[in-house]
């Protein structure tokens, strides 16, 4: 055998060598086993070979290194015996600097209790709870901190995961922000809603009182009241009118008042009634109506529209005022006037007549002054004709009875045979006639020449300097217009919404002409009697034109 061969020497440094590589083997096993090593180079045939160890923790260790929270494990003394990289980045240090400190090092004061709390629970338990991490350069982070112990071979850790909560409580932060926000919107409608509940609780009672008081005015007043909707019908009578009509509300509510007006009135009360919902203006009418014991009175009938912000009709207030001692009355006064100007017409004829003989008188020659005398009084007595006259029409067309022959008058004749007058009577005014052409209507000559030289003697009442009179007839849309212009006085608006009624005089302290406010009246009439229309067009110092339209006789 060779071993034979080998000295003690010899023997003893191959010893030594063998125990070396043996340490050597041991210290490289100790490494690996503590993860101090990840890979060997180890010498072979082919040269030197890296050998990589991936042992079953390897995946962990990778994980634990990525992941995003701060993973850190301490000893009993609360010393950092590990740490990841991300734990580092949240209090802004080098990873070597952390390892081997204090863990409390990075705790916020106001935490401080808290941490211990967790800690202390930590070695016994698993625990969570929320802490405040500080950095180095004062950055606070929220974090919630777990914890869980760890058996290492060096003995128990415990581990902490700490999760950042910045985000969170940011959008916590934010949420609650929100919440305060919404919050106080949820106050303020409330608030609001209360301050409308009160407005609307105010506004009712408001509403109460004003109907209460609306009642109690609308039962009280003497006229009989109601209110209709803007389709026309009744839904609302005050007292008063039951009183009158004796009847219970259902029976005239409605269009049930029909029954309850006079028959020879309800044609016309249904024309101005239907014409004022149409329109929207003001309803005014006479009319008789039924009263409890079967006798009719007359009422003077007015509504007016209620309407809300729009302009809209909401409904009309009406009353009906009992005007039948009134009408009493007024007829009484036409009876009279009818009576007293047929009783003044015979002595007045006869005065005429008489003062027609001493005119003509030629025996003696009578002397200048009496002549005058005569020819003044002829003035003043035609004068008195006309003034007796008119009120006999008036008479006559309150009592129905203003009636006449028709027949075809040529409007072009009778405007001359009136100027032809006119210029005979005021030879200071210049009148201008503008009815060249023909034109034929159906009429009474005599009363529309009534009615032209009313206009006429009008114009040259209220002409002031200029003394130019126009006298126009045209074709007005199918309609022979008869105009009579005046460059005087003239009318305002509201005058001109009156001028056509019974015995209206303008009331002008300046101006004084004499006048019973009849003559108007009369033409209206008869204008109406004849189908047309009458009219005015004036602006107060501005002369006015007045006018009447008949229709065109088909020939
Ligand atoms: P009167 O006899 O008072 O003139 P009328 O019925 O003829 O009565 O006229 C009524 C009122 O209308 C007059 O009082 C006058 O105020 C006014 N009026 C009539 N014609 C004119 C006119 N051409 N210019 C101005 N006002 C007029």
């Given amino acids: 055998m060779e071993s034979f061969k080998y000295t003690y020497e010899q023997l003893l440094a191959e010893n030594n060598e063998l125990r070396f590589q043996l340490e050597e083997a041991n210290d490289t096993i100790d490494a690996i086993r503590s993860g101090q090593v990840d890979?060997?180079?180890?010498?072979?045939?082919?040269?030197?070979?890296?050998?990589?160890?991936?042992?079953?923790?390897?995946?962990?260790?990778?994980?634990?290194?990525?992941?995003?929270?701060?993973?850190?494990?301490?000893?009993?003394?609360?010393?950092?015996?590990?740490?990841?990289?991300?734990?580092?980045?949240?209090?802004?240090?080098?990873?070597?600097?952390?390892?081997?400190?204090?863990?409390?090092?990075?705790?916020?004061?106001?935490?401080?209790?808290?941490?211990?709390?967790?800690?202390?629970?930590?070695?016994?338990?698993?625990?969570?709870?929320?802490?405040l991490l500080s950095s180095q350069d004062g950055k606070l982070t929220p974090c919630l901190l777990s914890c869980t112990t760890l058996d290492l071979d060096e003995g128990t850790a415990l581990s902490l995961i700490l999760t950042d909560l910045t985000a969170q409580k940011e959008t916590e932060w934010e949420l609650k922000i929100k919440n305060d926000q919404l919050e106080e919107a949820q106050n303020i409608a409330e608030r609001l809603n209360n301050e409308l509940e009160d407005t609307v609780r105010e506004r009712t009672a408001d509403l109460l009182i004003s109907r209460e008081h609306f009642k109690l005015l609308a039962n009280n007043i003497p006229q009989m009241t109601w209110t209709n909707l803007p389709g026309g019908e009744v839904n609302f009578y005050n007292q008063r009118w039951f009183d009158y009509t004796g009847r219970r509300y259902g029976e005239t509510a409605g269009w049930g008042w029909q029954q309850i007006v006079h028959p020879d009135d309800l044609q016309k009360t249904m024309d101005v009634y239907l014409a004022s919902l149409n329109s929207g203006k003001v309803f005014e009418l006479e009319n008789r109506y039924l009263r409890w014991d079967n006798t009719y009175r007359w009422h003077l009938n007015r509504a007016e529209p209620l309407r809300d912000d729009k302009g809209e009709i909401l409904f009309w207030v009406g009353t009906a005022t009992d005007i039948e001692e009134q009408k009493k009355q007024l007829d009484l006064k036409d009876e009279f006037i009818g009576i007293a100007s047929h009783e003044l017409r015979t002595p007045l004829t006869s005065l005429k007549g008489y003062l027609q003989l001493i005119?003509?008188?030629?025996?003696?020659?009578?002397?200048?002054?009496?002549?005058?005398?005569?020819?003044?009084?002829?003035?003043?007595?035609?004068?008195?004709?006309?003034?007796?006259?008119?009120?006999?029409?008036?008479?006559?067309?309150?009592?129905?009875?203003?009636?006449?022959?028709?027949?075809?008058?040529?409007?072009?004749?009778?405007?001359?045979?009136?100027?032809?007058?006119?210029?005979?009577?005021?030879?200071?005014?210049?009148?201008?006639?503008?009815?060249?052409?023909?034109?034929?209507?159906?009429?009474?000559?005599?009363?529309?020449?009534?009615?032209?030289?009313?206009?006429?003697?009008?114009?040259?009442?209220?002409?002031?300097?200029?003394?130019?009179?126009?006298?126009?007839?045209?074709?007005?849309?199918?309609?022979?217009?008869?105009?009579?212009?005046?460059?005087?006085?003239?009318?305002?608006?509201?005058?001109?919404?009156?001028?056509?009624?019974?015995?209206?005089?303008?009331?002008?302290?300046?101006?004084?002409?004499?006048?019973?406010?009849?003559?108007?009246?009369?033409?209206?009439?008869?204008?109406?009697?004849?189908?047309?229309?009458?009219?005015?067009?004036?602006?107060?110092?501005?002369?006015?034109?007045?006018?009447?339209?008949?229709?065109?006789?088909?020939?």
């Avoid at 000893?75 to 990289?85: A, K, T, V």
């Avoid at 390892?99 to 935490?111: N, P, Q, R």
């Fill in 359 to 555: 005119a003509i008188y030629k025996k003696e020659e009578v002397p200048l002054m009496v002549k005058q005398y005569v020819e003044k009084a002829g003035v003043a007595l035609n004068k008195l004709q006309r003034l007796v006259n008119d009120l006999l029409d008036v008479s006559k067309i309150h009592a129905g009875r203003l009636e006449y022959a028709m027949s075809e008058v040529n409007l072009r004749d009778l405007v001359a045979s009136t100027l032809e007058n006119a210029n005979h009577l005021y030879p200071e005014f210049d009148f201008i006639n503008r009815s060249e052409r023909n034109f034929f209507i159906a009429g009474n000559a005599g009363r529309l020449e009534q009615v032209l030289v009313n206009f006429i003697n009008n114009s040259v009442k209220y002409s002031t300097d200029n003394r130019k009179i126009i006298v126009e007839t045209r074709n007005v849309d199918g309609k022979i217009r008869v105009s009579v212009t005046d460059f005087g006085i003239g009318l305002s608006a509201g005058q001109i919404e009156h001028i056509f009624e019974r015995f209206y005089r303008v009331e002008d302290k300046k101006f004084m002409a004499s006048g019973l406010g009849m003559g108007l009246y009369i033409s209206a009439e008869i204008i109406n009697n004849h189908h047309g229309n009458i009219g005015v067009k004036s602006e107060l110092g501005e002369g006015a034109t007045f006018y009447f339209e008949l229709p065109l006789l088909e020939k």
């Fill in 39 to 131: 890979a060997l180079v180890v010498k072979g045939e082919e040269g030197h070979q890296l050998y990589t160890l991936k042992t079953a923790d390897q995946t962990y260790r990778v994980f634990i290194e990525k992941m995003n929270e701060g993973a850190v494990t301490l000893n009993r003394e609360g010393i950092i015996l590990y740490s990841n990289s991300r734990f580092a980045a949240m209090v802004n240090e080098p990873l070597e600097k952390v390892i081997g400190i204090y863990f409390d090092t990075f705790i916020a004061e106001v935490s401080a209790g808290k941490y211990k709390e967790v800690i202390r629970d930590g070695w016994n338990n698993d625990c969570k709870g929320e802490i």
